[in-house]
């Protein structure tokens, strides 16, 4: 059985979708604030080393824990809105680049299962 990191397409495949993200996430007004004084290089290739290890592919993250790489986005307004936001862009750019309904949905899955640590908040029952 292929990994959710297989059905996206690999590298290539994650890699075009993460740059496609965030010419949208860059462009959207609720959240491009967020980004301002990053080096987008650096968050692209963070993001696709992220994406490749919750699917199920080679785990070459390095990045922070989700609680202290948003810490300081929190005292900024991050709050649910923008964590929708995310998925929102995540979850569109999958479909157009021809992601079945079923793996989106698996994606969608994996950034809610980190909505509250991105938030800094206790796990809801």
């Known amino acids: 059985m292929q990994s959710l990191y297989e059905q996206l397409g690999g590298a290539p495949a994650i890699e075009a979708v993460v740059e496609s993200f965030y010419r949208k ?12 004084g990053i080096d987008m290089e650096r968050q692209m ?9 919750v699917t199920g592919g080679p785990h070459n993250y390095t990045g922070r824990d989700m609680r202290t790489a948003h810490a300081s ?14 998925i929102q862009h995540l979850c569109g ?5 021809g992601v079945g ?15 509250d ?3 800094s908040r206790d796990k809801r029952s």
Not at 76 to 85: E, F, N
Not at 93 to 97: C, P, V
Not at 104 to 110: C, D, E, G, Q, S
């Open 117 to 119: 640590d991105v938030l």
């Open 101 to 115: 309904e079923e793996q989106i949905n698996k994606v969608r899955a994996l950034c809610e299962s980190v909505r």
């Open 73 to 86: 986005m929190l005292s900024r307004g991050l709050a649910d809105l923008h964590v929708d936001v995310v």
């Open 25 to 36: 996430m860059l462009s959207d007004d609720r959240v491009a604030r967020f980004f301002d």
């Open 45 to 53: 290739a963070k993001q696709t080393a992220f994406i490749t290890m």
């Open 93 to 97: 750019t999958l479909a157009e680049f």
